[in-house]
C-alpha cells in the first residue's frame, strides 16, 4: 500500500506515533488508509447537509476495513458569488481545489480517495485531482435541493430569485410577491434545481463511472442519498484492494460518453471547460473538435429547468442517468461500454434501467434533433465559442442584431437597469474572459435580467466570460480569443452588426476585414487587472477557455 511509506518500518516510528496521536489504533495502522476530502461549508446551500454525508462515507470505509480520514477543500457559492468581484474566484477555485486535494494525498501517502462534493467548481477539481493522482477514488455528490413552492407555483432558484428580480423591475410582480419568491425558492440544503453546471458534472461524474448509480440525482436530503454515501465508503477499500484506479475507468470513450450525455441532456456550457481540463489532467486527446464533431449527430432528448418545467427531482423519478444511458446506448448513438467504480459496467448499469419516456424521450421522438448545447465559429471566434441551444427559442435560431458594447459585467448591468436595452440590440460584455476577468465570470445576473424583462428571445448576449448553466436566451460564452489577447471581440464598436446562426453554427461581425486591421492598430495593450494575489498568479498562466481554462 502507498501508506506503508509513512507506516511501515523502524524509521517510521514518528509517523506512527504522529498517526497514534490523530486516534488511528495500532490494529488500523495495517488498514487501507483512506482520505475524505470534504468540501462541507456553512456558506454553500448544496454543501451544509455533507456533515451527515462525511458520517455515512465514515461508517462505510470503517464497515470495509479501511481507515477514514476526513479534510477539507475551498467550496465557492456561484449563485452567492455571482454579479459582483466575488465570481472571478469561482472558476480559479477549480484549479486552487484540485491542487489541496494533491497536496494532502500525496503528503500523506493516501492509498484511496472518497471525493465529497456538490456544486459548481468543486466537482471538476476533485475529479482533476483524482485523475492527476490516479489512486482509487470514488466522488460523492451530495446531491440536488427539492422543488420550491409557493402559491402552488413550482419554483427553482433561477426562476424563483434572478429571473423574478427582472419581473419585479419589469412590473409584473410587486415586492411582497418578490419578497415570497426569495424565501421559497431554496428550501432545501442542495445544489440548485435545474440541470445547472453543480447538476451537469453531477450527472457527468457518473457518467463517466466515477460515482455510484443514481449518485446525481438522488436528493440531498434523502435516505438514499445516505446509503449511496455509506456503499462508496465500503466501496473505496475493494477498489483500493483490487488497485481500480481512474485511469481504468476515464479514457477517451469515457470523456465522449459523457460529451454524448451532455449534448442528450443540454447541460450547462462550463461543461465543455472541465471536460477538456480532464482530458489535459489524464492526458487524453479530446479537443473541441470532439464537441464539434459530437454536436452534429447527437439529439436533445431530456430538457429541465432552466429550459423547461421539469427539474432534477423529475429526473431522478424518471430513472436518471442510467435511464438516459440506456435510452443512448439503445439508439446506438456511440456509448462505450466502460468500467465503472461500482463493478458494473455502463452496461449492466443501465440495462433494467426505469424509464419514463414522457420525460426522457425515446431517440427516434427527440425533443429536437438539434443537440443541447452548441459551438459556433466565425470571424467574431475564430477559436470558437460555445451556446445552450437548448435554452434558445428556435424562432430565434438565426439573430441578426447592433452591438452595444461594455468592458465590464457591471456597465452592462447599469445599462439594463436604466432601460438603455432595447430590442434588437446584442450585448458585447468583454474583457471577462480567463485572463482579462480575471477569472472568467458568469454573466447569470445580465441573462436572467434580460430574460425577466421580456427581452430573452429579442436581444443576444455575446461574452468572453461564461453562463452559468442556468442561462437562457440567445447566449453566446467563451469567446475565443478573449478580448484580453486581443480577440476580435476587443474590437468591436457601438453600432456594428453581428449576425448569429445557430442551425450553421456561425457568428460573425459584420465588418469589413480592412476596418478590423484599422481597429487593430489602435487596439492598446491589455493590462492585467490584478497586480498581487491568487488572481494575478491565475491571469498571468491560465489559458483560454478553448484548451479548458487550465493553469
Do not use: W
Amino acid at each position: 500500500m502507498r501508506s506503508d511509506n509513512i507506516k511501515t518500518g523502524i524509521a517510521r516510528t514518528p509517523h506512527r506515533g504522529l498517526l497514534m496521536a490523530t486516534g488511528v489504533s495500532k490494529k488500523n495502522m495495517k488498514a487501507p488508509f483512506i482520505g475524505i476530502a470534504s468540501s462541507f461549508s456553512d456558506l454553500v446551500p448544496g454543501h451544509i447537509g455533507m456533515r451527515d454525508l462525511e458520517r455515512q462515507i465514515e461508517k462505510g470505509i470503517h464497515s470495509g476495513g479501511g481507515q477514514a480520514f476526513i479534510f477539507g477543500v475551498p467550496a465557492v457559492c456561484d449563485g452567492i458569488s455571482m454579479g459582483h468581484c466575488g465570481m472571478r474566484y469561482s472558476l480559479p477555485s477549480r484549479d486552487l481545489i484540485a491542487d489541496c486535494i494533491e497536496t494532502v494525498a500525496e503528503a500523506h501517502q493516501l492509498d484511496g480517495l472518497v471525493l465529497l462534493s456538490n456544486c459548481d467548481k468543486i466537482t471538476p477539481g476533485m475529479l482533476i485531482a483524482a485523475l492527476r493522482l490516479n489512486i482509487p477514488t470514488i466522488i460523492v455528490t451530495a446531491g440536488p435541493m427539492l422543488d420550491g413552492e409557493s402559491r402552488c407555483e413550482k419554483l427553482s432558484m433561477i426562476k424563483g430569485s434572478f429571473e423574478a428580480v427582472g419581473k419585479f423591475r419589469n412590473g409584473e410582480i410587486d415586492e411582497e410577491r418578490l419578497l415570497e419568491l426569495e424565501e421559497e425558492s431554496c428550501p432545501t440544503a442542495g445544489s440548485c434545481q435545474g440541470m445547472y453546471t453543480a447538476n451537469t458534472m453531477a450527472c457527468l461524474a457518473e457518467v463517466m463511472g466515477m460515482s455510484l448509480p443514481l449518485c446525481a440525482t438522488s436528493a440531498a436530503v434523502s435516505s438514499k442519498k445516505r446509503r449511496i454515501a455509506f456503499d462508496s465508503g465500503m466501496q473505496i477499500v475493494e477498489l483500493v484492494k483490487n488497485q481500480v484506479c481512474p485511469s481504468d475507468i476515464v479514457d477517451k470513450e469515457t470523456l465522449r460518453n459523457a460529451i454524448i450525455c451532455d449534448l442528450a441532456m443540454g447541460g450547462s456550457t462550463n461543461s465543455f471547460l472541465h471536460i477538456l481540463a480532464l482530458a489535459n489532467a489524464a492526458e487524453i486527446d479530446v479537443t473541441l473538435d470532439d464537441f464539434e464533431e459530437l454536436s452534429y449527430k447527437i439529439h436533445q432528448i431530456l430538457k429541465l429547468d432552466p429550459a423547461a418545467e421539469p427539474t432534477m427531482t423529475d429526473f431522478h423519478k424518471a430513472g436518471g442517468v442510467p435511464a438516459l444511458l440506456s435510452t443512448l446506448i439503445k439508439a446506438n448513438v456511440g456509448i462505450k461500454n466502460k468500467q465503472t467504480v461500482c463493478g458494473l459496467s455502463t452496461f449492466e448499469i443501465s440495462k433494467n434501467a426505469y424509464i419514463n419516456e414522457a420525460l426522457i424521450h425515446p431517440y427516434d421522438e427527440p425533443l429536437t434533433t438539434k443537440p443541447g448545447l452548441g459551438i459556433l465559429y466565425g470571424n467574431l471566434a475564430e477559436d470558437g465559442c460555445v451556446t445552450k441551444i437548448s435554452g434558445i427559442d428556435e424562432s430565434c435560431y438565426e439573430f441578426e442584431g447592433v452591438a452595444k458594447t461594455f468592458d465590464s459585467e457591471e456597465e452592462a448591468m447599469r445599462a439594463l437597469e436604466n432601460d438603455e436595452i432595447v430590442a434588437g440590440d446584442i450585448l458585447i460584455i468583454r474583457y471577462e474572459g480567463p485572463k482579462g476577468g480575471p477569472g472568467m465570470r458568469e454573466m447569470l445576473a445580465p441573462t436572467s435580467l434580460l430574460v425577466g424583462k421580456g427581452l430573452g428571445t429579442t436581444c443576444a448576449l455575446i461574452t468572453d466570460g461564461r453562463f452559468s448553466g442556468g442561462t437562457r436566451g440567445i447566449c453566446i460564452g467563451h469567446v475565443c480569443p478573449e478580448a484580453a489577447n486581443g480577440g476580435t471581440i476587443a474590437l468591436v464598436e457601438n453600432g456594428d452588426k453581428i449576425r448569429i446562426d445557430i442551425n450553421n453554427r456561425t457568428i460573425d461581425l459584420l465588418v469589413s476585414k480592412e476596418e478590423l486591421s484599422l481597429r487593430r492598430e489602435k487596439l492598446p495593450v491589455f493590462e492585467l487587472k490584478c497586480k498581487s494575489g491568487y488572481l494575478s498568479k491565475y491571469a498571468k498562466n491560465v489559458q483560454d477557455a478553448s484548451h479548458g481554462a487550465i493553469v
